[in-house]
């Protein structure tokens, strides 16, 4: 018996033995990434096949959680080749977040299909950490066939909170989006997620405003050479500000995270 034992465990190592090699010289999670969008397209054709009507009622409601514009934007995290695209209502706006950056090109084919849809980006990321999504931009979240497999449903969660426009129950039992975020608000908030464009806005103004005020006083200097100096400076201060904002955020996504291990905005 202990022979038998012996000898079944030998040929089973003998046969995951070449996975082990690719594990250990790095290629068995390469492998898997390129082959698993071929298998999850036929998966998904079956899938939804089957589960057509649940997934129909399932996301029947999605208009409801329309932003004040009217316009629904979703985010689909582990987006896979898109198999939910055709049951999202037309006009959506859908953002698509994997952190396998070869279902690109599944995608494509599903956005092709489903000409009613509003594509805005692909985003190749873990959901535990989609930085690249901005705090308060959507209005649904949706997550299918997911969170088994994911290294942490808690952070995940955390991060669809923080991407999730805030909403508020009414009377009737309705979600409606938070509209006690008034316009001052909002722009506050903006300004403090994009600090260099009020600062470029304020700048260009007040140059052009020091530009005005001084034109009576420019003694014998050309009107026109006057203005020439006044749209220079004013385009200085703006693009200044631009490249500063460019750098802050490169600064605030990639290198800060690595260097302080904080998580990333
Ligand atoms: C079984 S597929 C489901 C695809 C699609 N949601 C569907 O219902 O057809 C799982 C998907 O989750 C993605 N995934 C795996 N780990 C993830 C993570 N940590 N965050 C986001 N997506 C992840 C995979 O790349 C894959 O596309």
Known sequence: MALTVFILRLAVLILVLPLYLLNFLGLW???CKKCFPYFLVRFSEMYNKRMASKKRELFSN????????GKLSLLELGCGTGANFKFYPPGCMVTCVDPNPNFEKFLIKSIAENRHLQFERFVVAAGENMHQVADNSMDAVVCTLVLCSVESQERILQEVCRVLRP???????????????????RLIRKSRDSPFVPVGIAGFMAVVSYGLYTLKSRRDQK??????HMRVAAQGFVVGAVTLGV?????????RPRLFNVPKK
């Not at 999605?62 to 514009?69: E, H, I, N, W």
Request: aromatic residues 12%.
């Open 29 to 31: 999670s390469w492998i």
């Open 62 to 69: 999605l208009r409801d959680f329309a932003g004040p514009s």
């Open 167 to 185: 909403r508020k129950m009414s009377s009737d039992n309705q979600w409606s989006a938070d509209e006690d975020e008034g316009q001052l608000s």
């Open 223 to 228: 009107m026109s050479i006057h203005l020439i």
């Open 247 to 255: 750098l802050y955020s490169m600064y605030k996504d990639h290198i």
